[in-house]
């Protein structure tokens, strides 16, 4: 136990390495509050797209996702952070992460909309063209506000995904939370700085996912009850 | 044009790092299996000992199931291949990835089947304890059946995304694919490693993701 304490526990080098933590959770909101929005907002678009195409262009809009949710999100990061150099682009650390989130975000966020858009009866459609709004209108203000509301938990879900995903920034070496706690790890010689890590993205996503699973088991009860 | 097709489709360089990257494929196969096996069988544990309705045992699995749901895949790995040595407890890179990411799948899926089983109605207990069939049995007997039906779908995309993290390996030096197409590209000064490890990452999850598609349709409707 006192092994332990000393260990995981210890006061002394958690005083030492907190404001470098600090600066850490600042880069992981950071990471989080850019990635996220542009994700939805291009996995919206996609699927938006999607509802408008033809025969033709919504199978190639269900290729691209598909193709995009293969990767894992750490192969697209390495591809992108150590192969543009080669074409004399480098791109700063911060900016591969983002653009490697957002391109396999739009993925996962392009399908949850498109099954949300799907599942949405023509009769709107129709509805609101016989009301005489344009298709574009009707999209934004009927056939959109039905369809997000039906997949409000896979995009929270979704969301912890990407805000948990934030980590694998540590591999490029941006300073993040978890990259600072193994960089204060490796000066104090003491795990602490990794629970205390820990700690911080527990104590930060621990409602939010909370929530997140009472939505989906309500969904899972409610979907067998139909 | 040219430019593309020597940094990322460079044959001789290819050619070359085939067999290291297809090793390390191999590495990546091994730890996903391992990962869903263990994951899952662990997850249904976990909802099953749930239903012994034991005060403590409930506690102890929901705040399991809490902290392995919310930490990233990759704060875990971290801390059991790099914090847990302090203690005297050290893992191979190949089983702390493993163990990292199952026990992230077993939260996952006790959570997941723990829903479906309390979505079986009231009514399924009530008509199997009149038939005079005990709870044991009414359990395995009727709820399961139903509620893994249900599971099905949802544990199949959750073991998916989550395999996706054997990448993260990477990190522990585990030699698995992208970890071994890094060294290469260092070393021939070359990126083409990095599209052949990410075109073997897409042949092993191109099929699984169309497939999870073509699970969600079949059962998603109750009986």
């Known amino acids: 136990m006192d092994l332990f304490l000393q260990n995981f526990m210890n006061i002394p080098s958690l005083m030492r390495i907190y404001p470098l933590l600090l600066q850490g959770l600042e880069l992981t909101v950071l990471l989080a509050l850019v990635s996220l929005p542009l994700s939805i907002l291009s996995g919206l678009s996609v699927a938006i797209l999607y509802s408008f195409g033809g025969l033709r262009s919504r199978r190639a809009v269900i290729i691209m996702i598909d193709f995009l949710r293969s990767f894992p999100v750490l192969v697209l990061l390495i591809l992108i952070y150590y192969s543009l150099p080669f074409f004399g682009l480098t791109l700063g650390s911060f900016t591969a992460v983002v653009a490697a989130l957002v391109i396999n975000n739009t993925g996962y966020f392009g399908e949850i909309f498109r099954a949300g858009l799907e599942s949405i009866p023509k009769g709107q459609h129709e509805a609101a063209a016989a009301l005489g709004l344009h298709r574009f209108k009707a999209m934004i203000l009927i056939i959109l506000p039905q369809a997000i509301r039906k997949v409000v938990a896979p995009l929270a879900s979704n969301s912890l995904e990407l805000v948990k995903a934030t980590s694998i920034a540590a591999l490029v070496s941006?300073?993040?939370?978890?990259?600072?706690?193994?960089?204060?790890?490796?000066?104090?010689?003491?795990p602490t700085p990794l629970t205390a890590a820990a700690v911080i993205f527990f104590i930060m996503l621990w409602p939010f996912s909370h929530w997140v699973s009472r939505m989906e088991r309500k969904a899972i009860i409610g979907r067998n009850e139909r | 044009m040219k430019q593309i097709l020597d940094n990322y489709f460079n044959v001789p360089v290819m050619v070359e790092a085939f067999p290291e990257v297809l090793r390390g494929f191999f590495v990546t196969v091994e730890v996903a299996l391992c990962v869903i096996v263990l994951g899952v069988a662990l997850g249904l544990a976990f909802a099953l000992l749930r239903c012994a309705e034991n005060r403590v045992l409930n506690f102890l699995i929901t705040a399991y199931v809490e902290v392995f749901r919310t930490l990233p895949q990759l704060v875990i790995m971290i801390f059991i291949y790099f914090g847990l040595p302090y203690l005297g407890i050290r893992f191979s890179p190949f089983l702390a990835t493993a163990l990292a990411l199952a026990a992230v799948l077993a939260a996952f899926s006790a959570e997941i089947f723990w829903a479906t089983i309390m979505a079986v109605s009231k009514g399924q207990w009530e008509a199997a304890s009149a038939l005079g069939l005990s709870r044991r049995r009414t359990l395995r007997l009727v709820i399961l059946p139903q509620a893994i039906r249900l599971a099905i779908p949802l544990v199949t995309n959750r073991s998916i995304a989550i395999t996706k993290g054997t990448a993260l390996g990477a990190a522990v030096s585990l030699p698995e694919a992208l970890g071994n197409a890094q060294s290469i590209m260092a070393i021939q000064a070359n990126p083409s490693p990095l599209t052949l490890a990410a075109a073997f990452y897409l042949a092993f999850f191109i099929p699984l993701v169309w497939l999870s598609r073509v699970l969600e349709k079949r059962y998603s409707k109750a009986y």
Do not use: D
């Open chain 1, 174 to 190: 941006l300073p993040e939370l978890l990259r600072s706690a193994r960089v204060a790890q490796e000066q104090t010689y003491n």
